[in-house]
């Protein structure tokens, strides 16, 4: 409200300048002015107020040149009634006003014109910018129930093959058995406490890991041997939660198929530039790696989580090293 005022009180300073150059004087000038530009004024408001609540749409668009227009007239008619009661005694001046409205009339239109265009423009931009937001909010949501979905995947997934393992365990070694039942009633109640978390410390990761290796040792026995090689100070860096469980889970199927000796499987983490580096380490034989059926669950779904977290594909790569085949994660330590 302060900058239209001042802008009004311009035009009326510049108009009146104006009006005395044509030998009107300056309380004449003054009166024209600013009556004059207190009705083009009221008028462009009144006009920007109607297409508040209506805006012409493309295949109306005409419709703007011809409400300016009448808009126009109506400030000449109004204009020419006002000064004519207010100042009816000066017969040179009204003579002069006569003479002026049709450029007055081209003036009124132009700025009616523009400050039609004007909001146009502005409304067009605030659509675009509400479409935007609307956009980023819908990807959002999508993203939002891609993540969900991956995690109701990851957990039928871990929980079939461990009740697989546990109907094997249950006829030959029952207590196995029902270590193993308490071993994944206390993972799950863990992932049930961490329900609705995106990002967890990587202490808190580790932890939950453990809890699926553990299992997983009842089902191998001491074939399998897990190394977690990780400073103390790295614990506090940010991780996605349960991302390490299925690629873990990728390392020990893979690393333990086709042979029956003992089989290390490891993880060893940094903090480098900003980000959290992860190394899982499993033997890899080509030769008997063939038959090895999978769903690729565990690296395809980490893949899909970390770009839907961080609109980045290469924050997972894997490399094979003679027979050891090694995944490695970088997360950004940011704030998602």
Not at 250 to 261: Q, R
Request: net charge positive.
């Amino acid at each position: 409200m302060l900058g239209f005022s001042a802008l009004w009180a311009f035009w009326v300073i510049v108009q009146t300048i104006l009006l005395h150059r044509y030998g009107i004087s300056w309380k004449l000038s003054f009166i024209d002015a600013s009556i004059s530009n207190s009705i083009l004024a009221l008028l462009s408001y009144t006009a920007i107020t109607i297409y508040r609540f209506y805006q012409p749409g493309k295949t109306n668009r005409f419709y703007r040149l011809i409400f300016a227009l009448g808009i126009s007239i109506l400030f000449i008619l109004i204009l020419r009634f006002s000064l004519n009661a207010v100042l009816a005694e000066e017969t040179s001046y009204l003579e002069f006003l006569e003479l002026s409205m049709p450029i007055r009339h081209i003036t009124a239109f132009l700025i009616i014109s523009f400050v039609t265009v004007l909001n146009w423009m502005w409304n067009v931009l605030k659509e675009q910018r509400e479409l935007e937001e609307r956009r980023n909010e819908t990807e959002k949501l999508i993203k939002e129930a891609e993540l969900v979905k991956l995690r109701q995947q990851l957990q039928p997934h871990f929980l079939f093959n461990s009740l697989n393992s546990i109907s094997a365990l249950a006829g030959s070694k029952p207590n196995e058995a029902r270590k193993m039942i308490q071993q994944l009633s206390d993972f799950l109640r863990g992932t049930l406490k961490k329900d609705g978390q995106q990002i967890v410390l990587l202490k808190e990761e580790v932890e939950h890991l453990k809890l699926y290796l553990e299992i997983e040792k009842v089902r191998f026995g001491h074939r399998l041997n897990f190394k977690i090689d990780i400073l103390e100070n790295v614990m506090d860096a940010e991780i996605p939660l349960l991302l390490l469980q299925p690629i873990v889970e990728n390392a020990i199927k893979f690393g333990l198929y086709g042979t029956i000796e003992d089989v290390e499987v490891g993880l060893n983490a940094h903090v480098d530039s900003g980000y959290l580096c992860l190394e899982i380490k499993n033997p890899f034989d080509s030769q008997t790696q063939g038959g090895a059926k999978g769903t690729g669950f565990g690296l395809s779904s980490a893949q899909r989580r970390l770009f839907l977290l961080y609109s980045r594909n290469d924050l997972l790569t894997t490399d094979k090293k003679g027979n050891i085949f090694i995944t490695r994660l970088k997360i950004p330590q940011i704030k998602i």
